[in-house]
Nanobody
Framework: QAQLEESGGRLVQPGESLRLACALSGRAFSGLNWAWFRQAPGKEREFVAALWRRTNTYYADSVKGRFTVSKNDAASTVYLQMNSIKPEDTAVYYC???????????????????WGQGTQVTVSS
């Protein structure tokens, strides 16, 4: 059974940088598509970034140019580099992985089979 474990969330100040990590265990890393979603208090889970078919990246407009999704195959880990963090980035960040994610589902939770428990990112001065 595949398991995802996020790490790296913490309290940061506006303008700082942060890198989240998501480690996979229990199945092969290759062939999976990846995404980060986030959920702020009182709001629905929203798409943040995705890495589809190894090299194609997608970002929400709200994070484009500030966040970068990447992966390390050897470490079975996916990262979300967050730069120029804003207070509105405060949320629980979830890592997800999907086998066979189709393009129309890249930005949707339904496109992913496996989910982590989430890591809290709080942006406050």
């Amino acid at each position: 059974q595949a398991q995802l474990e996020e790490s790296g969330g913490r309290l940061v100040q506006p303008g700082e940088s942060l890198r989240l990590a998501c480690a996979l265990s229990g199945r092969a890393f290759s062939g999976l598509n990846w995404a980060w979603f986030r959920q702020a208090p009182g709001k629905e889970r929203e798409f943040v970034a995705a890495l589809w078919r190894r090299t194609n990246t997608y970002y929400a407009d709200s994070v484009k140019g500030r966040f970068t999704v990447s992966k390390n195959d050897a470490a079975s880990t996916v990262y979300l580099q967050m730069n120029s963090i804003k207070p509105e980035d405060t949320a629980v960040y979830y890592c997800s992985a999907g086998a066979g994610t189709i393009l129309s589902s890249v930005r949707r939770p339904v496109g992913y089979n496996y989910w982590g428990q989430g890591t809290q990112v709080t942006v406050s001065s």
